[in-house]
């Protein structure tokens, strides 16, 4: 069972998948994995923000060379479903 609370889930999520490993199939696992990635990033982003630091120099740039997050992930899926 999950802990109530956003930041109770967050620390408990990361066991709860590692014991969930061995009853899902890998692509669901992996799906997971990566929504649990953005989540923290999202949450270090907020604690920038929150702090007042310039949480633009924390983020490395859009690999597109666009310096826009939007359309840098735009074009990465569009790649990802030719």
């Not at 009853?23 to 997971?32: G, I, K, N, Q, Y």
């Not at 997050?69 to 074009?75: P, Q, V």
């Amino acid at each position: 069972m999950l802990p109530e609370g956003h930041a109770a889930l967050l620390k408990a999520l990361p066991d709860a998948m590692y014991d969930a490993r061995t009853r899902l199939p890998a692509m669901l696992m992996d799906s997971l994995d990566e929504q649990l990635r953005r989540v923290q990033q999202l949450q270090a982003d907020i604690g920038l923000i929150e702090h007042g630091s310039d949480w633009s120099l924390a983020r490395p740039a859009p690999m597109d060379g666009s310096g826009n997050w939007a359309s840098a992930s735009a074009a990465m899926l569009t790649s990802e479903r030719c």
